[in-house]
Nanobody, 116 residues
Framework: QVQLVESGGGLVQAGGALRLSCTAS????????MSWYRQAPGKQRELVAT???????NYADSVKGRFTISRDNAKNTMSLQMNSLKPEDTAVYYC??????????WGQGTQVTVSS
């Protein structure tokens, strides 16, 4: 079992920055993939960024060059540094983890609101 808790969301002005964090607990050694997803009101949940156990990453085209995903395996944390935020980045951001032997896990989500 894995538990995921997000933090760092809030209200910022366009052009500002936020850093989201996800802390994992439980059977954390089984995690091989972690991602950030987001869901805006009235829209489907979308993949924002992914980082794998070997630290390879990929990003949605809409956030490339602005967002950076990272992880600290020793501390069981994952972060998303969000720079140059735009109003269209407004969404609930979710932490996601995939494990080797078990299932898929989601955090509760954290709200990010970018004002114009």
């Amino acid at each position: 079992q894995v538990q995921l808790v997000e933090s760092g969301g809030g209200l910022v002005q366009a052009g500002g920055a936020l850093r989201l964090s996800c802390t994992a607990s439980g059977t954390t050694s089984s995690i091989n993939v972690m991602s950030w997803y987001r869901q805006a009101p009235g829209k489907q949940r979308e993949l924002v960024a992914t980082i794998r156990s070997g630290s390879s990453t990929n990003y949605a085209d809409s956030v490339k060059g602005r967002f950076t995903i990272s992880r600290d395996n020793a501390k069981n944390t994952m972060s998303l540094q969000m720079n140059s935020l735009k109003p269209e980045d407004t969404a609930v951001y979710y932490c996601y983890a995939r494990t080797v032997f078990y299932g898929t896990y989601w955090g509760q989500g954290t709200q990010v609101t970018v004002s114009s």
